[in-house]
């Protein structure tokens, strides 16, 4: 399970150069980044929706399947642009030691 994601990212930089008729990455990279992200949307409504029908019924299995879908589609929105998951989780590395409310205010939200 901890190569999952490095394998994933190896996966989705080698699709970018793929023909797009013959794998799904492919033909996202090859629509652009709007489509990718209009896929990443609907995989973060879809995602919503499904943890609240988690709430109500106690079932996480479809939370558990929209959250990869989301988490996919955010990948192939970073190997568009050049990263890849190495570069998310150190960015979480960074954060594990510094509460959310003092990266927060480093960053001038209020939220």
Do not use: P
Request: glycine share 6%.
């Amino acid at each position: 399970m901890d190569n999952v994601l490095a394998e994933l990212d190896q996966v989705l930089s080698a699709r970018k150069q793929a023909d797009a008729d013959s794998s799904y990455v492919a033909s996202l990279h090859h629509k652009g980044l709007n489509k990718i992200l209009e896929k990443v949307g609907e995989e973060c409504t879809e995602t919503i929706l499904a943890a609240k029908d988690a709430e109500h019924s106690g079932d996480n299995s479809e939370l558990i399947y929209e959250t990869a879908d989301l988490w996919f589609h955010s990948l192939v929105a970073l190997s568009h642009l050049g990263e890849d998951s190495s570069a998310v989780l150190a960015e979480l590395q960074r954060r594990f030691d510094l509460s959310g409310l003092v990266e927060k205010a480093s960053r001038g939200q209020s939220k």
